[in-house]
């Protein structure tokens, strides 16, 4: 399910919880209230041993689970109330059963449901080349003169880890500190979209002796689009030196993953780039 559009699965789920409604209601001629829980527990029972199997994440179910929950709640809880009174007349002598402040709910749940299930496909997928350009405005360069190819020597802090890992990470920056590899260098030409340009990096150790040896992974990835993402493999040139052509498909910022390992050693540091539109 994590890999699926959330409204797809959205829109599934609440159809389903609201045919399962109006099909005990309108067609067993069930009452409102036991109609809409029966259907909350069908559609439950069905979504959440798939979410526990599939789990995309506590904000996830959360969202499925209250929709899911609404859409026949909602109905029922009018159904009932149509129930219990009789329908009352409007000025024209009409029966008017439903009353406009349960839809503007409904209406008002539709709309959270769409939003919500939008950021937080974004948040998980980003958003595409296409959406960017409609949506968000141009990148300036103006804006990032802060943004380098240097890497500041930390462990690679990702937030998205799960929260056991912390206590490795923590681990792991301690062993980095002791170490002292120290990183350099970067770009050696002002790198252009879709045009190679050599990345060089630099490695050594506490007492400035070159690294060597070592296998280095460079990531780039993409905040706004992980499709995107590229890894290269750099090569070591001469000693304690790295590189390799890179070539990126998207100008802007982009965010950088460098892992170096040499026997049972592993040294990870991020940093982060600009790439130029044109040349």
Do not use: C
């Not at 070159?210 to 990835?221: A, D, E, H, I, R």
């Amino acid at each position: 399910m994590e890999n699926q559009s959330l409204l797809l699965t959205l829109g599934v789920g609440v159809f389903a919880s609201s045919a399962l409604f109006f099909i005990f209601h309108k067609g067993f001629g069930w009452a409102g209230r036991l109609a809409a829980l029966l259907s909350i527990l069908i559609v439950q029972s069905i979504y959440i041993p798939l979410a526990a199997m599939n789990w995309a994440g506590l904000d996830v179910f959360a969202i499925h689970f209250g929709f899911f929950t609404m859409a026949a709640a909602l109905p029922g809880i009018i159904a009932g109330n149509g129930d219990a009174q009789p329908a009352s007349v409007d000025a024209n002598g009409k029966k008017r059963r439903f009353h406009w402040v349960p839809l503007t709910i409904a209406g008002f749940f539709v709309i959270l449901a769409t939003v919500d299930a939008t950021i937080i496909t974004l948040a998980n997928k980003g958003a595409s080349a296409e959406f960017i350009r409609q949506f968000l405005p141009e990148p300036r360069r103006e804006s990032a003169v802060n943004v380098t190819s240097s890497f500041p020597g930390t462990v690679s802090n990702n937030f998205q880890k799960k929260y056991d890992q912390y206590n490795n990470y923590l681990s792991q920056l301690k062993t980095q500190t002791e170490r002292g590899w120290k990183i350099g260098e970067g770009w050696l030409t002002k790198p252009y979209i879709n045009q190679p340009s050599m990345f060089r990096i630099k490695v050594t150790d506490k007492a400035d002796q070159p690294v060597t040896g070592g296998k280095v992974q460079l990531s780039f990835l993409r905040p706004a689009n992980k499709a995107l993402d590229q890894q290269f493999q750099l090569q070591e040139t001469v000693p304690g030196y790295y590189e390799m052509p890179v070539s990126l498909a998207a100008p802007g910022l982009w965010n950088m993953v460098l892992t170096i390992s040499r026997g049972e050693e592993f040294h990870e540091v991020k940093g982060e780039t600009w790439i130029e539109a044109v040349k």
